[in-house]
């Protein structure tokens, strides 16, 4: 036999496993269960750092199915399908990020169409991630135990994720918590779709970009320095060279999300700031784009300054966040598994770079990926992310298999 087909006949004894076999039946035949969790908990609001109510909600859901549950000291949701009775015996990690770039305002921002697709923020990321969580905790608490576990598995529902969070909640147990060396395989999902292993972590830098000065009136104190000005020029010549050396080599990307500033149109502004994210696939250039931010806002407030008859203007340059890199390995077992996973319920998947919860894993030389949860989605980041059940069970199917050989291995995954 060769490699491929070991691995395939390996993924295809555990599918037909009498657990397996009910948990795979069992994403069939409950689909309307998993919709309607998925439903009732993205209408609970979970901005970053404000995901409390959230993780409570997904506490009370794993104890009525009799699964252990709590928060840990980072305010990670951790549930157990059973007592966690040895803490020497190795852990296999199933983790999704519980906060979202945009929540929703009230109950009726999170809305079902006839089709059954769900539209309003973080209904996709990671709304799917989290209610692919439940969904495998279900399944497994109602079926059969998995064959030959040699391993326990762990729930997580992380903090922090999105955004300025900079990834608190996985730091805290991959770095922090004793679980996180008892872990062999970290197993992340993020958002919807079948089609993508994430087992490159995409790096990235965050700053904030700040413009002070005196301030006064539009017209009596024309001549001052305006920190609205110096910032626009600031982001001009920055996103023209960035735009343009990003083209060339490792794909880059720059992006300012946040400008703000100003009281009244009348009025000079004392302050104006914008936050930029920074990522690149390759540490160096991204290192090269952080000193191009550091010259291009020195050159800024050098052109601001000369301008001004008065009111001068000062600067500063505030990293805000950083994600770290990192890769699986092309010869792990983990990317072996699902790839023989993918094969055996004919799925057509790419390997790909992003950034995730399990950049901090795999930037600790862990074994982790990333993968979607199943079904449809996009308008990621917006007002009109959405999210379609079509083919949810496939994507469950898949998690369901990689977690059932991740705990029969006996050693790092």
Sequence with gaps: ??????????????????????????????????????????????????????????????????????????????????????????????????DTVLAPRQKDDIALEPDGTLRGPGVSDNGAGLAGLLAVARALKSSPPLPEANAALLLAATVGEEGEGNLTGMRHLVHESPLGERTRAWLVLEGAGTDRIIHQALASRRFEVAFSGPGGHSWSDSASANPIHALARAITLFSEQCGRAALEGPRSSCHFGIVEGGWSVNAIPSLARGKVDLRSEDDRKLDEMADLLTVTVERALEIENQRAGDGKLAARLKAIGARPGGQLEDTSPLLAAVRAVDAHLGLRTQLVCSSTDANVPLAAGHAALALGAGGRGGGIHSPTEWFSPEGRDLGLKRILLLVAWALRQESPA
């Excluded at 006949?9 to 998993?34: D, H, M, N, P, Y």
């Excluded at 919709?35 to 609970?44: D, F």
């Excluded at 009799?66 to 980072?74: I, K, Q």
């Excluded at 949701?77 to 296999?92: F, N, S």
């Design 1 to 98: 036999m060769t490699g491929n087909a070991q691995w395939r006949a390996c993924i295809e004894e555990l599918a037909q496993a009498a657990g397996a076999r009910e948990c795979l039946r069992w994403f069939t035949r409950e689909k309307q269960w998993v919709n309607e969790r998925h439903l009732e908990m993205c209408r609970i609001p979970a901005p970053t750092f404000l995901e409390r109510a959230r993780a409570e909600w997904m506490a009370a859901q794993f104890h009525a199915m009799g699964c252990e549950a709590c928060l840990d000291p980072a305010g990670n949701l951790l549930a157990r399908l059973e007592p966690d009775r040895d803490p020497t015996q190795p852990l296999v990690v199933l983790t999704a990020h519980l």
